[in-house]
């Protein structure tokens, strides 16, 4: 396409001049052949006539040099059709004005050699021959007159020479007319010259405009192609979305700027129990959405209408035609021509009535379990926990055993709930965090005090870096030491007994970093993708014997995450596994 | 901080089995007297009769809540002044605001330890003005 408009710029009339003159070179060269077996004809015509009279040598001389020329011309001319090429134009003309001169100056030199020994019969011979080959001369260089003007000023110019000191007075009087001859030729040299150079002209401009046209024909099938192409598209794409409306299970409305249906695909008719036959033609506002809806009402269309902007998750009920009473979201996209006028409005909408009541039922659920749950695990609780207190004396070291059993898993129950309850308000966004500064040494200690107890039942003990930086993080210091006492059990559980659980922090960049490092055998290959993940548990046996809901991981990871930061773990040198977290500092350290 | 020690409690509470492990508790671990109330309706004149220095109220019972029932006592001259503490199943933090808007002295969640419900209440007793 470019290039084409760039030879659209280059007007016809600004024709290569070196085209042109590469074109005359061409007609020169191709005229040669002629030019070469005329001298060597007329040359051999010539030595036969003059060969009966004396000095023989010098027509010897003369028939040689012309044979020397005549076969330097035609080596010459083999030379330019070999080499094939249009370009070194310049070259090869020197080359041929080189060639002209000298077939010239073998005439010439006829003239002054042979001229003044011979009779009146055989001048009046050469002279025609002279004249002749002079004449010749504008027919084989009319595309150079300057290689004509040296071709011609080489035989005229010793012939009237010869003939001025002659001494006979036709003789001279022909030598004043040869110079009037000799101007005439050139100047019809030049005419031809000029009308060669016009036509090689409008040859190339004729050249050059027939592939113009060519490639401008290119361009338009080109063109003509794409746009073909481009239709094609259109009709797969339109019938692709015809498609994706009727089979969507998304009600689809398509309306003017007013509201009026205008057209609706089969999910719509599904959602609302209309046929599209009773719908288009009237407004989607009057006809699907009870009077005392304040969400998608008239008042809310007009400004719509006028704001043009597309608008998402609008729910409002809706009236369905067996008077059933739904919720519905809906999404309003206009379609806004050049002048930017609506063309139309496309609104897509979902029966959401069945999720919302999913959700009121699962909120019902969560708040029963709370409840429901809870209230009966206090009297469990309690009441273990009294009778394991040996307030009321003591028991009989089996009964002892089992009430302290039934104490422990009457308390995973309750963290199991609890963990529940934190996932399901986390994962539906209920949960919200109360943010505050936080010092980050305070609150290792802390963690360390609360699970101190937790750890020795494992055996195992709690080691707190010496000197935690003294660093604030902002966030919800309870979360945070939900989080610690996770990831300190965790590893509680799995060290070995006598061993140690090593807590540390560092501040880098505005972002601390929380390490929690146990000894234990680290994580199994095939747990690691899901550790993260809900009821995450390496090993059932395990969780049994040690407790634990095999949710903590991912509550620790989306508390993180909620308050900005990451949690992740790795393999610890020497063996175990150590858990970090990152948090961003509220102020650099004192 | 009040002058003498926390010795009589009075508990609301609609669940017998956490009433029987409150009595326990406050009265075998924390030597306290407890006064045992079933039925809101009748908590206020149990109160007026017993004259507690501690009120303990169950946030969900049915027919009258621990909210109504703390507003309804700061509604009788007798029981204005008493300081309450909420037993709550619901743990969120917006919940727990309100409660202390609503003027109750502390909360004790459930399910709470019982070896360790007398030394909160007394603990909520000693940060009264």
């Known amino acids: 396409m470019n290039h084409s408009a760039e030879s659209e710029q280059a007007a016809p009339t600004a024709v290569d001049a070196s085209a042109v003159l590469a074109e005359r070179v061409s007609h020169l060269y191709g005229q040669l052949p002629i030019g070469i077996a005329m001298t060597f004809v007329i040359g051999a015509l010539a030595t036969y006539e003059l060969w009966e009279v004396q000095l023989r040598q010098r027509v010897i001389l003369w028939w040689g040099l012309v044979l020397v020329v005549t076969v330097a011309s035609a080596g010459l001319y083999f030379a330019y059709r070999r080499a094939g090429e249009r370009t070194h134009a310049k070259r090869w003309l020197s080359w041929l004005a080189v060639c002209a001169l000298a077939i010239g100056a073998c005439w010439g030199l006829a003239a002054a050699v042979l001229f003044p020994l011979n009779s009146s019969e055989e001048r009046v011979f050469l002279t025609i021959l002279l004249v002749g080959a002079t004449s010749a001369g504008i027919v084989l260089f009319a595309a150079s007159w300057p290689l004509f003007a040296m071709y011609a000023a080489s035989i005229v110019g010793p012939f009237t020479y010869v003939l001025a000191t002659s001494g006979s007075r036709l003789f001279t009087e022909i030598a004043l007319v040869l110079p009037l001859f000799y101007l005439v030729s050139v100047g019809v040299a030049y005419r031809l010259h000029h009308v060669l150079v016009s036509g090689y002209r409008l040859r190339q401009s004729y050249r050059r405009l027939t592939e113009e046209h060519h490639a401008l024909n290119l361009r338009i099938e080109d063109q003509i192609q794409e746009l073909v192409d481009a239709q094609r598209e259109i009709q797969a794409s339109g019938r692709k979305l015809a498609l994706y409306s009727e089979r969507a299970p998304i009600a689809v409305f398509e309306m003017d700027s007013n509201g009026t249906i205008l057209d609706m695909n089969p999910a719509a008719e599904t959602v609302f129990g209309h046929a599209a036959s009773e719908l288009v033609g009237r407004n989607l506002v009057r006809t699907l959405i009870p009077q005392d809806e304040t969400a998608l009402d008239l008042a809310w269309w007009a400004d719509f209408a006028a704001q043009r902007n597309p608008e998402a998750g609008i729910r409002t009920r809706c009236l369905r035609r067996d008077g059933l009473e739904i919720v519905c979201e809906f999404s309003l996209t206009p379609l806004v021509n050049e002048a930017q006028d609506i063309v139309s409005v496309i609104a897509q909408c979902r029966d959401i009535t069945q999720q919302l009541e999913a959700e009121r039922i699962k909120k019902e659920f969560t708040s029963t379990l709370s409840h429901e749950l809870r209230t009966p695990l206090t009297s469990i609780i309690g009441s273990l926990q009294l009778i394991n207190t040996g307030m009321f004396g003591e028991l009989d070291q089996d009964a002892a055993e089992l009430a302290l059993v039934a104490e422990r898993n009457a308390q995973r129950l309750l963290d199991l709930i609890n963990d529940i309850l934190d996932l399901e308000r986390i994962d539906s966004g209920r949960l919200s965090l109360h943010a505050e500064d936080v010092a980050l040494d305070e609150l290792l200690q802390e963690s360390v005090v609360l699970n101190r107890a937790y750890a020795e039942r494992f055996g195992v003990r709690l080691r707190l870096q010496a000197e935690p930086p003294k660093v604030v993080v902002h966030a919800d210091r309870r979360r945070l030491l939900q989080v610690m006492t996770n990831l300190i059990s965790n590893a509680a559980k799995f060290s070995p007994e006598g061993g140690h659980v090593e807590l540390s922090a560092s501040c880098t960049n505005a972002r601390v970093q929380v390490s929690v490092e146990d000894r234990g055998p680290g994580i199994p290959q095939e747990f690691r993708s899901r550790i993260f993940g809900r009821f995450a548990q390496a090993d059932s046996a395990l969780t049994r014997k040690k407790g634990g809901t095999g949710l903590g991981l991912a509550i620790c990871k989306r508390l993180i995450e909620l308050m900005g930061g990451e949690i992740w773990y790795a393999d610890r040198e020497g063996g175990g596994t150590s858990f970090h977290f990152k948090l961003p500092a509220a102020a650099a350290p004192d | ?129």
Request: glycine share 6%; charged share 25%; with cysteine.
């Open chain 2, 1 to 129: 901080m009040p002058t003498q020690p926390l010795r009589r409690i009075c508990c609301v509470e609609d669940d017998d089995d956490i009433r029987r492990i409150v009595r326990l508790s406050l009265e075998r671990i924390g030597g306290m007297t407890v006064d045992l109330v079933a039925d809101p309706a009748v908590a206020i004149d149990s109160m007026i009769a017993f004259r507690p220095d501690l009120v303990m109220l169950d946030w969900m019972m049915p027919g009258i809540d621990g909210p109504a029932l703390l507003r309804k006592m700061r509604e009788v001259p007798e029981t204005r002044a008493l300081p309450v503490v909420f037993i709550t199943a619901k743990a969120s933090q917006r919940e727990l605001a309100e409660l202390s808007a609503l003027g109750a002295a502390g909360t004790i969640s459930k399910p709470f330890a019982p070896k360790d419900l007398p030394g909160q209440l007394r603990a909520i007793w000693n940060a009264l003005p």
